[in-house]
């Protein structure tokens, strides 16, 4: 997509609307990756941080916390000006990551939330490195790394993927329930989806196919090294 065409979208701009952009599930082996963007006025703003919007980590990953997320996401999408998401499935995050190009991803999927967007003055997006390369089109982008910790329309982003990250990934944790039982862990490499993992391969032998392939999951047993990368895991992002 061309970024030109969305910086033409811009030329009439309301300079009381401010859009944050965020990502949720860059990490996870399990799972989507979710964008989303969320614009705010001075009167929705104001109204969100008093609401307790703030940075969804800031929340962990307890159930209470979960839920706190999910019911502030619906505060944010009642309120907000205007709120999307883009989810990129695993498929994508696997053909992005096979060509070291992740971040190439996220540029895309938030150049479809600007151009969606209405017409704001300010962008502001969390992730200096990952989005700063967009400014050369869009000067009224911000790229600033911990975005979501300094500005409310990114921390409202943030917890609209996170919330559906969540949710997504509570939906393919009910799936394995009845066979495996609990789906611990969040999606990430760690023991607990490890040991989901090599008990799907033992059982099936292959990983489920919400499992990106790109990621390393080294000392599963069983596992074809076809079916999964000898790479290191993506850079994560700055926090």
């Given at each position: 997509?061309?970024?030109?065409?969305?910086?033409?979208?811009?030329?009439?701009?309301?300079?009381?609307?401010?859009?944050?952009?965020?990502?949720?599930?860059?990490?996870?082996?399990?799972?989507?990756?979710?964008?989303?963007?969320?614009?705010?006025?001075?009167?929705?703003?104001?109204?969100?941080?008093?609401?307790?919007?703030?940075?969804?980590?800031?929340?962990?990953?307890?159930?209470?916390?979960?839920?706190?997320?999910?019911?502030?996401?619906?505060?944010?999408?009642?309120?907000?000006?205007?709120?999307?998401?883009?989810?990129?499935?695993?498929?994508?995050?696997?053909?992005?990551?096979?060509?070291?190009?992740?971040?190439?991803?996220?540029?895309?999927?938030?150049?479809?939330?600007?151009?969606?967007?209405?017409?704001?003055?300010?962008?502001?997006?969390?992730?200096?490195?990952?989005?700063?390369?967009?400014?050369?089109?869009?000067?009224?982008?911000?790229?600033?790394?911990?975005?979501?910790?300094?500005?409310?329309a990114v921390a409202a982003a943030s917890i609209c993927a996170k919330a559906l990250r969540d949710e997504l990934f509570e939906a393919i944790a009910q799936r394995y329930q009845p066979e495996f039982g609990a789906l611990r862990g969040g999606g990430?490499?760690?023991?607990?989806?490890?040991?989901?993992?090599?008990?799907?391969?033992?059982?099936?032998?292959?990983?489920?196919?919400?499992?990106?392939?790109?990621?390393?999951?080294?000392?599963?047993?069983?596992?074809?090294?076809?079916?999964?990368?000898?790479?290191?895991?993506?850079?994560?992002?700055?926090?």
């Amino acid at each position: 997509m061309s970024i030109s065409i969305i910086q033409s979208v811009f030329a009439h701009m309301n300079e009381d609307l401010v859009l944050g952009i965020d990502e949720a599930g860059r990490g996870p082996g399990i799972g989507p990756m979710v964008l989303a963007a969320v614009a705010l006025d001075d009167a929705s703003r104001t109204f969100l941080e008093r609401a307790g919007v703030r940075d969804s980590k800031d929340f962990g990953s307890s159930v209470a916390g979960k839920k706190s997320r999910a019911r502030l996401a619906s505060l944010i999408r009642e309120h907000a000006c205007w709120t999307a998401v883009e989810v990129c499935e695993v498929a994508d995050v696997d053909a992005y990551v096979a060509r070291s190009a992740l971040n190439q991803l996220e540029r895309e999927r938030a150049c479809l939330l600007i151009r969606r967007a209405p017409k704001c003055a300010r962008i502001i997006a969390d992730g200096h490195t990952l989005f700063s390369p967009m400014t050369v089109e869009l000067p009224h982008l911000e790229a600033v790394d911990r975005a979501e910790s300094v500005h409310t329309a990114v921390a409202a982003a943030s917890i609209c993927a996170k919330a559906l990250r969540d949710e997504l990934f509570e939906a393919i944790a009910q799936r394995y329930q009845p066979e495996f039982g609990a789906l611990r862990g969040g999606g990430y490499v760690n023991t607990a989806t490890l040991a989901f993992v090599g008990e799907y391969v033992r059982r099936h032998g292959q990983l489920p196919p919400e499992a990106r392939k790109s990621w390393p999951w080294h000392g599963v047993p069983g596992l074809d090294q076809d079916n999964s990368t000898t790479t290191a895991l993506p850079v994560p992002r700055v926090r």
